[in-house]
């Protein structure tokens, strides 16, 4: 029977460093792209996508994020008694949207540590991984672009992006054939890690949405500790190769990378443009601006 990705599992438990001191007693995965938390735009891709069990992976400032997602009764009856119809509904919808379940890293060892923390709550079927600093703007929505792909190919699939120039020495980048027939899949054969410009084996950048078959886990379980003494999700998925296929896809779509503050900027400014009640004023402030 073809298998289906029914859960989504959200890493949210890094330290955050870079936002620091905003992220000193909260998750940077709160942190508001206009007036919505980063983590938010992720859950929503993913119920968009079919998802409709969320696992969220926490570490320090766990309650921010278990509150956003929780039913907030004193909220909703003040904005009740006050006749706010319009937020409460906005309020109710965050609560409204799924069950989400939580899992504890009591240590940051690490993304693949963050991903192995989830085993007993995804079970032996395949599942998402969604990265929310990776603000992904698309439509349909990139995890749902990888979900049609996953149903033809039932392998693991991992998001990608062309980064021309020395750029891309800040991903991970993929070794991969194309796919005849499909402008945007290619099949791995080896992945590295932030590889200098003339050693990268492909413009391809792995990006933060992953589509993985649950032998992740025993691999992630056997892989030893790389780059920094963390547990690495590439490391685990280049001996994945071993075994399994795994699919490179260029996903259709425009990336922020909300995890650092130039690109969590100009998130704030491209979301901020595509609001009918903010745009006039905002982009009349914009272009008011002596540059
Ligand atoms: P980052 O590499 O962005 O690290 O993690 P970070 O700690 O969140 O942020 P900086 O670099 O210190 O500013 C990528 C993703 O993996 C999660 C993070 O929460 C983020 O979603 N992660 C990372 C964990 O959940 N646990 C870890 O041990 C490491």
Excluded: W
Excluded at 131 to 136: E, G, M, P
Excluded at 201 to 217: C, D, E, M, V, W
Excluded at 227 to 252: C, N
């Amino acid at each position: 029977m073809a298998m289906r990705v029914r859960k989504a599992v959200f890493p949210a438990a890094g330290l955050g460093t870079r936002f620091l001191p905003a992220t000193k007693a909260q998750p940077k995965e709160m942190l508001p792209i206009v007036d919505k938390p980063i983590i938010q735009y992720g859950v929503e891709e993913a119920l968009a996508a079919g998802c409709d069990q969320i696992i969220i992976v926490t570490g320090r400032g766990k309650s921010a994020i278990e509150d956003h997602f929780d039913v907030s009764y004193e909220l909703e009856k003040m904005l009740e008694e006050r006749k706010k119809t319009d937020l409460l509904t906005i309020v109710r919808q965050i609560s409204d949207m799924i069950h989400v379940a939580y899992v504890r890293q009591k240590e940051a060892m690490g993304l693949g540590h963050a991903v192995l923390m989830a085993r007993e709550l995804v079970g032996n079927e395949p599942f998402a991984v969604l990265l929310a600093d990776d603000v992904i703007d698309a439509n349909p929505p990139c995890l749902k672009q990888m979900i049609d792909q996953f149903n033809q190919t039932q392998s693991s699939i991992i998001a990608t992006q062309q980064v021309d120039g020395p750029a891309i020495s800040s991903y991970g980048v993929i070794d991969a054939t194309p796919v005849k027939g499909n402008d945007r899949l290619f099949e791995v054969s080896n992945m590295v890690e932030k590889p200098r410009l003339a050693e990268a084996p492909s413009n391809l950048a792995i990006i933060g949405r992953y589509i993985l078959t649950p032998t992740i886990f025993d691999v992630l379980d056997k892989t030893p500790l790389g780059t920094g003494g963390e547990l690495q999700l590439t490391d685990a998925m280049r001996l994945l190769l071993k075994q399994e296929k795994i699919f490179g896809y260029r996903y259709e779509g425009r990336r922020h990378d909300a995890g650092d503050k130039l690109g969590f900027l100009k998130a704030t400014v491209e979301f901020a443009l595509k609001r009918p009640e903010l745009n006039p004023e905002f982009r009349d402030y914009l272009k008011s601006l002596d540059l």
